[in-house]
């Protein structure tokens, strides 16, 4: 019927990484929002996938699956995330057993390049107050609200808006090199050209993730990350984008022939407004952005058909 919009997520995550629905949960919400595409992109994990071949919880969500992935990684010192798409998911297990922390070890091991970092700059706080449970909870949210009680630690703070939302403390400062709050985390994940080669290998297609939602640097940069990485494509719509964003990424895929992808990064309630399938209300993003991509490069897409 005309005017009917095929409703896709390509981006949302669940209790197998940071987010706080289970995969069942998560599949009822895509059912309830009547979504015709879903992918489970949690963060350096496939395990959902795992989950949903070993049960019945797949025929609770009526529309396809595409295998997915957000690899993070770094570029030129600043943390940032890779999606992938469409691959084997055998293979690409085999490479983050090779290359990927656990969610715990780089909890444990983030922890400590925050702790020695900050205590060599001169940041005030008591690591007897910071308590955090490596196998699901960031040790930079247990950083961030210690040494936010110490007034004396604000004339560090890049943006003021990171003292007060747990995003901005993480983008704006840890991951920023800018900032005197700024922890290379290099050590702690794949190079940007090791994460893409992951996706390719497992025949997969690989998206940088929401280039607006990092700090300027990569914003300002991105032209010469596509000219100097063999990424697919760009996440061209997200829930914190403007239209005037959208259309910037829209635009550089068109000219470049690159693929366009789209999602929430739903985290259930972990993140405000960033609902299933709508963002902060108005997302909503067609199936038909996907169209030059998931048909020719991803036939078998259905993950129903394809399932470790």
């Not at 209790?15 to 963060?43: C, P």
């Not at 490479?95 to 702790?115: A, C, G, H, P, S």
Request: aromatic share 12%.
């Amino acid at each position: 019927m005309k005017g009917v919009i095929n409703m896709i997520d390509l981006h949302c995550h669940t209790t197998y990484s940071d987010g706080s629905f289970s995969v069942k949960k998560l599949l009822q919400e895509a059912e309830k929002k009547r979504l015709t595409l879903l992918s489970i992109t949690d963060h350096n994990t496939i395990n959902a996938y795992y989950e949903l071949n070993g049960s019945n919880i797949r025929n609770l969500f009526g529309g396809d699956i595409i295998s997915g992935i957000e690899i993070t990684t770094t570029y030129n010192g600043e943390t940032i995330e890779v999606l992938g798409y469409g691959f084997d998911l055998n293979i690409m297990q085999t490479f983050l057993n090779d290359n990927v922390l656990t969610f715990e070890e780089k909890q444990l091991k983030e922890y400590e390049l925050i702790r020695n970092q900050y205590k060599k700059i001169g940041i005030i706080f008591d690591e007897n107050n910071i308590t955090f449970n490596p196998k699901v909870e960031s040790c930079r949210m247990a950083f961030a609200k210690e040494i936010k009680k110490y007034p004396e630690n604000y004339r560090y703070f890049l943006n003021r808006e990171s003292i007060t939302t747990s995003s901005g403390f993480t983008r704006n400062e840890v991951y920023n090199p800018k900032s005197p709050l700024y922890v290379d985390e290099s050590s702690l994940f794949p190079t940007l050209e090791k994460t893409i080669e992951m996706i390719h290998q497992s025949g997969g297609v690989a998206f940088l993730a929401h280039t607006f939602a990092y700090s300027s640097n990569i914003a300002n940069q991105l032209l010469d990350i596509i000219n100097n990485y063999s990424l697919d494509g760009l996440e061209c719509f997200y829930t914190t984008f403007t239209d005037e964003q959208s259309q910037y990424l829209t635009k550089i895929c068109d000219d470049r022939k690159m693929f366009k992808s789209g999602g929430s990064d739903f985290h259930g309630n972990r993140k405000i407004n960033h609902n299933l399938g709508i963002g902060h209300g108005n997302l909503k993003i067609d199936e038909s952005i996907i169209g030059d991509w998931i048909n020719d490069y991803l036939p078998n897409f259905n993950t129903r058909k394809n399932m470790i």
